[in-house]
């Protein structure tokens, strides 16, 4: 199989699992796979050695995989993928909240962790600027691909990754409406599983941070059945 140009770090305390996804990603053509067991070792290798991947375990000896997740979003937007025994809806909503792209839960499938590894290093070039449209601006709300920041009536947004993906791609196609099943394949894969609620969950925490009221939203709005529309006036 083909080399594919990219690191993947992996946190982890089980030597099983290290092993397992070490092997698989490996025989997937990933270039580069390093392991660590420890919340301190893996930001460690985090710092020095710039991954394009991590893949993070939630319960670790020396702390929780939520906590490095914030610290590596401070400085960093990363693909990250938590790998978890944890597998309540709340559990996969927070993990998504604070910067996560995506969320598998233990046991699982070690093809399907290799393919949304590579789905997700394939989907990380989409944040890096377009040469035809730099700037986006619809109705109140202006996107600067060049610096990866959205304001609205000028004020700035804070945005995960995922949600700055599916904020460009909305903007791009105003008034139109996209189906659950587009996002999903343009922002996290080729392939749509029907019981995966991803979507949702960011296009919940999207409107908590762009619109008014979340509950009754004016921009991001639901058409039932079909998928969601972003609407806007001067489009």
């Not at 670790?60 to 939520?66: M, N, Q, S, T, V």
């Not at 990866?148 to 904020?167: Q, V, Y």
């Not at 409107?207 to 998928?227: A, C, N, Q």
Request: glycine share 6%.
């Amino acid at each position: 199989m083909p080399k594919v140009q990219s690191k993947v770090l992996i946190i982890d305390d089980e030597k099983e699992i290290l092993e397992l996804i070490h092997t698989v990603l490996t025989r997937e053509g990933i270039d580069q796979v390093l392991t660590a067991s420890t919340a301190r070792d893996g930001l460690t290798q985090f710092h020095q050695e710039q991954p394009d991947l991590v893949i993070l375990d939630i319960m670790l000896p020396d702390g929780e995989g939520y906590d490095i997740c914030k610290q590596i979003r401070d400085v960093s937007h990363v693909p990250i993928i938590f790998l978890s025994a944890k597998g309540e809806e709340s559990d996969k909503i927070v993990g998504l909240a604070i910067g996560g792209d995506d969320y598998i839960t233990k046991p699982f499938s070690p093809k399907e962790v290799a393919y949304r590894v590579k789905a997700q290093l394939r989907r990380s070039s989409y944040l890096q600027p377009s040469q035809a449209e730099p700037v986006i601006k619809k109705g109140p709300f202006e996107l600067n691909e060049q610096q990866a920041e959205l304001t609205k009536n000028g004020a700035a947004i804070e945005l995960t990754p995922k949600e700055l993906m599916l904020m460009t791609y909305f903007m791009q196609h105003p008034n139109r409406v996209i189906s659950k099943e587009t996002l999903y394949q343009t922002v996290w894969g080729e392939d749509f599983f029907g019981s995966d609620n991803t979507v949702m969950v960011h296009i919940r925490r999207l409107r908590e941070k762009i619109e008014h009221s979340p509950s009754t939203p004016e921009f991001l709005v639901t058409v039932k059945g079909l998928g969601y529309k972003f609407v806007v006036k001067d489009a």
